[in-house]
T-cell receptor, first 117, second 114 residues
Framework: EADIYQTPRYLVIGTGKKITLECSQT?????MYWYQQDPGMELHLIHY???????EKGDLSSESTVSRIRTEHFPLTLESARPSHTSQYLC????????????????FGPGTRLTVL | KNQVEQSPQSLIILEGKNCTLQ??????????LRWYKQDTGRGPVSLTI?????NTKSNGRYTATLDADTKQSSLHITASQLSDSASYIC?????????????FGRGTQLTVWP
């Protein structure tokens, strides 16, 4: 069982609200990721981070923003939620690849199911 | 274009039966291929990881195979249990970038009936 946590697990909010999805990991991993997943569809990378003070946008354009002030914490923020943001958001982390560690295995959190009315 | 295609999209089997899920990919350069199990409303959990030189790997009742020449992989589940009901996702890791990109399939939704 991976030590990566997400809160809240479920969130239902109205349009226009500001929300923050929390993600924390206790494995000391440098790399962290946010994915968006709609039912029956593949995961899409929306943000990633190589380490503290590093944030990059992923393949799928997203109106959300992220921050990485501490190694263990990688929150995602939506300034003004809209119904189009309704989705499942998955956080993941991995060690930096070095030497024999070439798998870059990502460990996933349980996800946050966001519904914007 | 790097892609991962899985089949079938969904599958229903009876408890105790075996099944095989398929994955075809076009990702290059290839580093490794993973199979994940994702329960409804949960994050994916890794079942197996195989590199270019490995053509089979087992994890309990799960056995994955890889043919790097034809770019195909399969996941065989033996003596299925009700708890095997989940989405099984094939993921290919591209070593050609600093981040190391993961390419995800859409998954096969497996339902095991009693």
């Amino acid at each position: 069982e991976a030590d990566i946590y997400q809160t809240p697990r479920y969130l239902v909010i109205g349009t226009g609200k500001k929300i923050t999805l929390e993600c924390s990991q206790t494995m000391g991993h440098d790399k962290m990721y946010w994915y968006q997943q709609d039912p029956g569809m593949e995961l899409h990378l929306i943000h990633y981070s190589y380490g503290v003070n590093s944030t990059e946008k992923g393949d799928l354009s997203s109106e959300s923003t992220v921050s990485r002030i501490r190694t263990e914490h990688f929150p995602l923020t939506l300034e003004s939620a809209r119904p189009s943001h309704t989705s499942q958001y998955l956080c993941a982390s991995s060690e930096s690849s070095s030497g024999r560690k070439t798998y870059n295995e990502q460990f996933f959190g349980p996800g946050t199911r966001l519904t914007v009315l | 274009k790097n892609q991962v295609e899985q089949s079938p999209q969904s599958l229903i089997i009876l408890e105790g039966k075996n099944c095989t899920l398929q994955c075809n990919y076009t990702v290059s350069p290839f580093s490794n291929l993973r199979w994940y199990k994702q329960d409804t409303g949960r994050g994916p959990v890794s079942l197996t990881i195989m590199t270019f030189s490995e053509n089979t790997k087992s994890n309990g009742r799960y056995t994955a195979t890889l043919d790097a020449d034809t770019k195909q992989s399969s996941l065989h589940i033996t003596a299925s249990q009700l708890s095997d009901s989940a989405s099984y996702i094939c993921v290919v890791f591209d070593r050609g970038s600093t981040l190391g990109r993961l390419y995800f399939g859409r998954g096969t939704q497996l339902t095991v009936w009693p």
